[in-house]
């Protein structure tokens, strides 16, 4: 049953993939899809093993802890129907009657939480409908894991078409980056967090662009509610973006750089304002406690790739202070002689190809037209704001390596499209064949 049962969900997920029109994306055959999904499956291969080899103690691997949570939480259904679905819904199950329920497990609540809701249990909640049809083989899970990013992945690509037609590079630098694939092949955050992030730059861009209708609408609110509970920071740098960008559009803006900018310096003085003088809105303040909270936590668990930062006060002068070196860390960690193996290498190399496609630009830049220029800004800024949430409330490098996903499928796709690669080929084939 351990082989059988995975084997008919992939018969399931591969037939979807070939039937539904979603899945038919204009100039581009339907095998690459296949062969996008195949290199995830693997991709989940590789996860499990790392977890199973490199974490000993599997109350400590992400992969393993929510789903074993799932499972014993599961078990309410044989004692209780009312109280599974309280679990499952959130209602009312935090009361003195049902934690008996939670005794067993490790991770339902957890000593630093900054979301606005606890993004841990969503996972778990959704490992816990997957055992439905799993049985509790993970590898069930996983495909379900691929699917969902799978589709994530395209309705950010799909965005991309909108503007740049259909494009075989855009759909491989935002499918195929290996951590991307690596990190969304498992039930974990990053798996739901690109399905919520596609689902809300999709909806948006195509709501914003005469395209209202009711899926659209659903798609996008979808996706804003997930990122809420999951990856609040995510939304905090989507939210000034798409208002720039609307403003740019709707308003026929011609100093596009100078809108987005204004935007966010706005932004910033508004919730610097409610932080620092009335204190209603403790957004600074929740960067600097989760920055020290991951010091104090690295430095708890010996974690080996600990970044050497400072824990920082809740001043303006600090932060502007701490900016520079944030933005640095999230672009450009881990260095390549910092690595100690496989799992290191990879992410060091995605480092290098940014600033090797930053310097490609440079040398062949292709001019976009306007209405890419205003999409291009929404990346850029949207991928800045990031890095730095990223660098600022992180101390690990394997944490920056995850946490920084969402930046490849908008940064780097969109540095790779405004290279002009014909110019640079034929210098390539220039230079090999001159004698």
């Given at each position: 049953?351990?082989?059988?049962?995975?084997?008919i969900?992939?018969?399931?997920?591969?037939?979807?993939?070939?039937?539904?029109p979603?899945?038919?994306?204009?100039g581009?055959?339907?095998?690459?899809?296949?062969?996008?999904?195949?290199?995830?499956?693997?991709a989940?291969?590789?996860?499990?093993?790392?977890?199973?080899n490199?974490?000993?103690?599997?109350?400590?691997?992400?992969i393993?802890?929510?789903?074993?949570?799932?499972?014993v939480?599961?078990?309410s259904?044989?004692?209780?129907?009312?109280?599974?679905f309280?679990?499952?819904?959130g209602i009312?199950?935090d009361?003195?009657?049902?934690?008996?329920?939670?005794?067993?497990t490790?991770?339902?609540t957890?000593?630093?939480?900054y979301a606005p809701?606890?993004?841990n249990?969503?996972i778990?909640?959704?490992?816990?409908?997957?055992l439905?049809?799993?049985?509790g083989?993970?590898a069930?899970?996983?495909?379900?894991?691929?699917?969902?990013?799978?589709?994530?992945?395209?309705?950010?690509?799909?965005?991309f078409e909108s503007?740049y037609?259909?494009?075989?590079?855009?759909?491989?630098f935002i499918?195929?980056?290996?951590?991307?694939v690596?990190?969304t092949?498992?039930?974990?955050k990053?798996c739901?967090?690109?399905?919520?992030?596609?689902?809300?730059?999709?909806?948006?861009?195509?709501?914003?662009?005469?395209?209202?209708?009711?899926s659209?609408?659903c798609?996008?609110?979808?996706?804003?509610?997930l990122?809420?509970?999951?990856?609040?920071?995510?939304?905090?740098?989507f939210?000034?973006?798409?208002?720039?960008?609307?403003?740019?559009?709707?308003?026929?803006?011609?100093?596009?750089l100078?809108c987005?900018?204004?935007?966010?310096?706005i932004?910033?003085?508004?919730i610097?304002?409610l932080?620092?003088?009335t204190?209603?809105i403790?957004?600074?303040?929740?960067?600097?406690?989760?920055?020290?909270d991951a010091?104090?936590?690295?430095?708890?668990?010996?974690?080996q790739?600990?970044?050497?930062?400072?824990?920082?006060?809740v001043?303006?002068?600090?932060?502007?202070?701490?900016?520079?070196?944030?933005?640095?860390?999230a672009?450009?960690?881990?260095?390549?002689?910092?690595?100690?193996?496989f799992?290191?290498?990879?992410p060091?190399l995605?480092?290098?190809?940014?600033?090797?496609?930053?310097?490609?630009w440079?040398?062949y830049?292709i001019?976009?037209?306007?209405?890419?220029?205003n999409?291009?800004?929404?990346?850029?800024?949207?991928?800045f704001?990031?890095?730095?949430?990223?660098?600022?409330?992180?101390?690990v490098?394997?944490?920056?390596?995850?946490?920084?996903?969402?930046?490849?499928?908008?940064?780097?796709t969109?540095?790779a499209?405004?290279?002009?690669?014909?110019?640079?080929t034929?210098?390539?084939?220039?230079?090999?064949?001159?004698k």
């Amino acid at each position: 049953m351990s082989v059988v049962l995975p084997f008919i969900w992939l018969i399931v997920f591969l037939f979807l993939i070939w039937k539904l029109p979603f899945f038919k994306l204009q100039g581009i055959a339907t095998w690459v899809i296949f062969a996008i999904f195949a290199g995830k499956l693997a991709a989940s291969g590789v996860l499990h093993y790392i977890y199973t080899n490199y974490y000993p103690d599997r109350a400590t691997a992400d992969i393993f802890k929510y789903f074993d949570d799932a499972v014993v939480l599961f078990h309410s259904l044989h004692q209780s129907v009312e109280d599974f679905f309280r679990i499952l819904f959130g209602i009312n199950c935090d009361t003195p009657e049902m934690f008996h329920y939670f005794r067993d497990t490790n991770h339902w609540t957890r000593m630093y939480e900054y979301a606005p809701f606890l993004d841990n249990r969503l996972i778990i909640r959704t490992n816990m409908i997957l055992l439905f049809v799993s049985g509790g083989n993970i590898a069930v899970h996983y495909m379900f894991a691929n699917f969902i990013s799978l589709i994530g992945f395209l309705l950010i690509y799909k965005t991309f078409e909108s503007f740049y037609g259909k494009n075989i590079l855009a759909l491989l630098f935002i499918t195929m980056m290996p951590s991307s694939v690596l990190w969304t092949a498992g039930i974990l955050k990053e798996c739901l967090a690109t399905f919520a992030l596609g689902c809300a730059t999709y909806g948006f861009f195509y709501c914003a662009r005469k395209h209202l209708c009711f899926s659209t609408i659903c798609c996008f609110l979808i996706g804003l509610l997930l990122l809420v509970v999951l990856k609040f920071y995510i939304l905090v740098a989507f939210v000034p973006a798409v208002i720039a960008w609307t403003f740019v559009e709707k308003c026929n803006v011609k100093q596009k750089l100078l809108c987005y900018t204004s935007f966010y310096l706005i932004g910033i003085l508004v919730i610097g304002t409610l932080d620092f003088a009335t204190h209603t809105i403790p957004f600074f303040e929740s960067f600097a406690g989760k920055r020290t909270d991951a010091i104090n936590s690295a430095i708890l668990y010996n974690a080996q790739s600990i970044i050497p930062i400072e824990k920082i006060d809740v001043t303006v002068w600090n932060f502007l202070q701490a900016t520079p070196e944030a933005v640095w860390n999230a672009l450009a960690l881990p260095y390549v002689w910092d690595i100690h193996g496989f799992v290191q290498l990879v992410p060091a190399l995605e480092s290098i190809l940014f600033f090797i496609l930053l310097i490609l630009w440079i040398l062949y830049p292709i001019q976009p037209d306007e209405s890419q220029r205003n999409f291009i800004l929404i990346c850029v800024f949207f991928s800045f704001v990031l890095m730095w949430e990223i660098g600022i409330s992180t101390a690990v490098v394997g944490g920056i390596v995850r946490y920084k996903i969402p930046i490849f499928p908008f940064l780097y796709t969109t540095i790779a499209l405004l290279i002009d690669w014909k110019k640079f080929t034929k210098f390539v084939f220039a230079i090999t064949t001159r004698k």
